[in-house]
């Protein structure tokens, strides 16, 4: 019953902002490291950002450093990555995924970045 649940994407102009959310719940979401991706139609899947469990360490893509945070919050079993100077190529589905084997994946929030 492992379950992620992303929200927080939206249409947003060049330059702007969003939060994504991913709930987590059925597994100990503490002792895991988790992990942003996206994927634009007809591209490769992407991994965005990485943080480990206890927020002790993160890495991102060189696309998106600077301007991208990855974060959670374990008390609330929730990962945030908060999306700012947003830019066209930022347009695409993302997902929150779980660093373990098996992992898992959400059904993804969209992100449409367009004037």
């Known amino acids: 019953q492992v379950q992620l649940v992303e929200s927080g994407g939206g249409l947003v102009q060049p330059g702007g902002s969003l939060r994504l959310s991913c709930a987590a719940s059925g597994f100990p979401f503490s002792f895991y490291g988790m992990r942003w991706y996206r994927q634009a139609p007809g591209k490769e899947r992407e991994l965005v950002a990485t943080?480990?469990?206890?927020?002790?360490?993160?890495n991102y893509a060189d696309s998106v450093k600077g301007r991208f945070t990855i974060s959670r919050d374990n008390a609330k079993n929730t990962l945030y990555l908060q999306m700012n100077s947003l830019k066209p190529e930022d347009s695409a589905m993302y997902y929150c995924?779980?660093?373990?084997?098996?992992?898992?994946w959400g059904q993804g929030t969209q992100v449409t970045v367009s004037s």
């Open positions: 943080i480990t469990s206890t927020s002790s360490s993160t």
């Open positions: 995924n779980v660093v373990a084997t098996p992992t898992f």
